[in-house]
């Protein structure tokens, strides 16, 4: 492919030579031929170094020397050039033999079951969905259009999914909120009647386990991104365009607003209330049932992450804190016996 | 429903107006013509200030506002009324089409084994069990009676589980016990031959792993509830009704005693012995061989509640300190100048 | 079986009466009849107590009382007489009915495909490799010789595994790289171009989630031995012979030596380096951009084993350095005064 043809399809501007690229190259991985983009000076610096033939940059950067394409938001542009170059063929829609489909499920046009997918009585799939192979859809699930469900995604009973929304493989919608009462001595299960609402563009990861509600509706907003292996409870709402990172971990009744981040391994206990645009960073364990937006949190307790910083790096102090103590008690103790 | 009906099925009094009820609320959703519960004055407060139109309280709390219904237990008498008020259909208990089961497979009565569900040669199967689509039943499985194995659960050979065991989708039993051992810079496998056995009443959230004991039996005790992606070594023994919160780890050969709480995300070391009725807070890493009964650990290493709960705090002077013991330091060394 | 076929089938030297064993026991498990092993005089002593009626015990270690097998590595000897002992049959190597078998799959020799698996076009499976029901082979997937792939495992198109890898129920491989961009208020997916490559000898647990490459490859060297639960990011590269515990989390593009051990719950940022021989402590939180070979890391954030464990031993006497800073300025304070 010519760069200019790359250039024109990123409504880019091009500079240099318009030479022949044969793929991608990335912080990760560079080689001769390819196409990469910086987003600022420092990673500029970086992959103008590398053997990298040709560079997206943004329009405010100036640079002079190898072929360059200048666009808005280099990194989404980059995202459309992989598209170019991805080696995965889309898989053929039709419908494949050995799939199980309830006679009263009522697919839309152009909907992909692969084998061995099972879907159950009054199921709603959206026109253009694609379903892989092992996916189970429970009993009177919506599924929005243009949806893909990797395989051995399993989606329980009433659950509701939005439109473009991605589930990657072995992820489960709907098991039971976690809930019990003692009577003497033995935990009786609390009924789960809740269900699940999952928004429009929601991308969620492999092996993740999002619970129905006990009453109402676990909610996931619109343009949500979940990474693999993550937990989030009954009753938990997330805001929209909200990001939880892998192993992520949100107890029950928890309501998080638009924008969060949540890092990776994060713990959320049960019924807190975070603002908008909250960050909380890796690993920390928030267990306040207050979250102002805004707050950037880190630690376990999870607190502001100037204060946790600074109370690691005094930590570090601790032991020699504790030698200096004691040689002052006993020059005070040698002062007052002179 | 008239609230009279329920208040009869949950064997309480009633008063006040014996009005219609077509819903239930609880702490999360409220809404009018609902009933909901309170089991203190606290929760009393919220609910009796919500729209709900009904409550059902313990006979110990006296109140004086909208109709009520007084039982011993409130929480256990509301997951009765959740029942009541269910949009969950049951799945028809029939044999479906698409099945593998081995011809020396043994199925009681009344067994529902849904599309795509797989039982191999030697496996038994308990009176009123349902399997749902996708679940593998490995050789010489026995699982009891009234079971409920969600879609995608995988129970490897050997395996024995109880009666009246609920196991949520995608949820795995039996994988090898983590077991290596070093020659010549390589890892190599231990073999594992040993089994799981799972007590009766038991029930396993999504994306959980048991792993096979290498010697003997993993073993889950009777009324042991387990969230989601909790992970549960070769070896362990989990005392009858313990809870395991959302993303629990427990490593190889660890012994819980009865009635023991892990909140989510803790991480126990192997070979940790703990007494009867140990709780341990969220995040916390327990890595003391033994653990009293009755302790209430938290932190990393998990230490008692109390005593973390306080260094929490003075970690927070930490900074503070610092600057103290400078100006002490300081102080002292003018005063000798002097 | 006699003492002395075993010790024939081992190499090893028998000393004792030729006693019949019916059986294997460990540290975990110990009855009559059984051989055990023990490695050094700790658990030599905890053995030559118990009722087990044989030892496997290495060439060094002079004992002087039940029968013993000497030998060079008494755990690898254990393993193997363990296997011996093993109640698991192995699966009918044979195609089942109902599978889905693209026409364009070429499967190698003795390869057996159980029921409801799905192999796409282009997949290439190696001879003797045993895939259980419900496995997922995408497009143009590469399986080597020997494998074992257990139910529920989803391979994702463009993936390579090695020879003799196993991998535990209901973990995926080729999951997307968790990549977005920010534009207009919204996360837009980064188009997720790479694969994963596995290397010979790799054993990967049950429900682990490990991500395809940005672009390149997200490589798992040879040897490498991976836990349940544990999330590998886009573009992670883990060095040959490597251990990953349980629930270990790594983020994307970071990088792992020869020989690194990861214990269980650890978390490592992206873009980390880590050396050779790196030991990561259970729950660490790896945030430093390079680690030495040979580091032995602890704590949240990771820091030097032994500096970390003074740390927490200090952390202890917080409260009580409070205490006593107070006491020092009030002394000082009415010095002063005076």
Redesign the interface.
């Given at each position: 492919m010519k760069l200019s043809q790359i250039a024109q399809s990123l409504n880019g501007e091009m500079r240099g030579n318009d030479i022949e690229i044969s793929g991608?190259?990335?912080?990760?991985?560079q080689s001769e031929g390819t196409i990469g983009y910086a987003e600022n000076k420092n990673t500029l610096t970086v992959m103008s170094r590398s053997p990298v033939s040709a560079l997206i940059l943004p329009t405010t950067i100036e640079y002079d020397g190898k072929p360059v394409i200048s666009v808005d938001?280099p990194?989404?542009a980059?995202?459309?050039v992989?598209?170019m170059?991805?080696?995965?063929?889309p898989?053929e829609a039709k419908t494949?033999?050995?799939t199980?489909i309830a006679t009263t499920a009522k697919l839309g046009k152009n909907v992909t079951v692969?084998?061995?997918a099972?879907i159950?009585d009054g199921a709603v799939i959206g026109d253009d969905t694609l379903i892989?192979?092992?996916v189970?859809i429970g009993?009177n699930v919506k599924i929005g259009k243009k949806c893909v469900l990797?395989?051995?995604v399993?989606i329980?009973?009433?659950t509701e999914v939005g439109n473009n929304v991605?589930i990657?493989?072995?992820t489960?919608l709907?098991?039971?909120g976690?809930g019990?009462?003692q009577?003497g001595?033995?935990?009786?299960?609390?009924?789960?009647?809740?269900?699940i609402s999952i928004g429009d563009?929601v991308?969620i990861?492999?092996?993740?386990?999002i619970?129905r509600?006990?009453?109402?509706k676990t909610e996931i907003g619109c343009?949500v991104?979940i990474?693999?292996?993550v937990?989030i409870?009954h009753?938990c709402k997330i805001g929209d365009?909200s990001?939880l990172?892998?192993?992520v971990?949100i107890?029950g009744?928890s309501v998080l607003g638009k924008?969060c981040i949540l890092a990776?391994?994060v713990?959320v206990?049960d019924h807190v209330v975070m603002g908008d645009n909250v960050v909380i960073l890796?690993?920390a364990?928030v267990?306040k049932r207050k979250i102002d937006s805004n707050s950037v949190l880190l630690?376990?307790?999870a607190?502001d992450a100037i204060?946790t910083r600074?109370?690691?790096s005094?930590?570090?102090?601790?032991?020699e804190?504790?030698k200096?103590?004691r040689e002052?008690?006993e020059?005070?103790g040698n002062a007052e016996k002179k």
């Open positions: 991608v190259s990335n912080l990760d991985v938001n990194k989404l980059f995202s459309r992989l598209e170059f991805s080696p995965y063929e898989y494949y033999p050995n199980y692969m084998p061995f099972c159950m892989y192979p092992h189970f009993k990797k395989s051995g399993k329980d009973d009433l991605i990657h493989h072995n489960v709907g098991g039971d976690f019990y009462v009577e001595g033995r935990n009786l299960k609390v009924t789960q009647i809740g269900t563009h991308e990861g492999a092996c993740v386990a619970d509600a006990t009453v109402g343009g991104k990474d693999n292996l937990q409870g009753n365009n990001i990172v892998s192993q971990g107890a009744s924008n990776g391994q713990g206990a890796a690993q364990g267990e630690g376990t307790p607190r204060l600074r109370i690691f005094a930590e570090e102090k601790l032991p804190i504790i200096t103590l002052i008690k020059k005070n």
